[in-house]
């Protein structure tokens, strides 16, 4: 991570802000080039393996909650049917 660097108000009120600016973006961007190279990427394998298993899970729960759906519609219907008789 970056070290925080603190600023006086008179230093970020002169004219070189817009150049500390610059060198700031440019110190951020090479931070971020250099770390994005420590990543470890995923291999193809990995990412068809988790991608297949979201699909399957979203299918899983898609079916599950369609049944609860169903399930509560019967019972409601009926449950309004049974009072509807009384009124």
Do not use: N
Request: hydrophobic fraction near 40%.
């Amino acid at each position: 991570m970056g070290e925080e660097v603190k600023v006086s108000r008179e230093e970020r009120s002169t004219g070189a802000s817009a150049k500390g600016a610059w060198q700031e973006f440019r110190q951020y961007a090479s931070e971020v080039k250099s770390e994005t190279k420590r990543v470890t990427w995923p291999g193809f394998q990995e990412v068809y393996g988790t991608t297949v298993m979201v699909i399957i899970t979203t299918f899983i729960f898609g079916i599950y909650f369609w049944i609860c759906d169903q399930v509560f519609q019967y019972v409601v219907y009926h449950v309004l049917d049974f009072f509807k008789r009384f009124v």
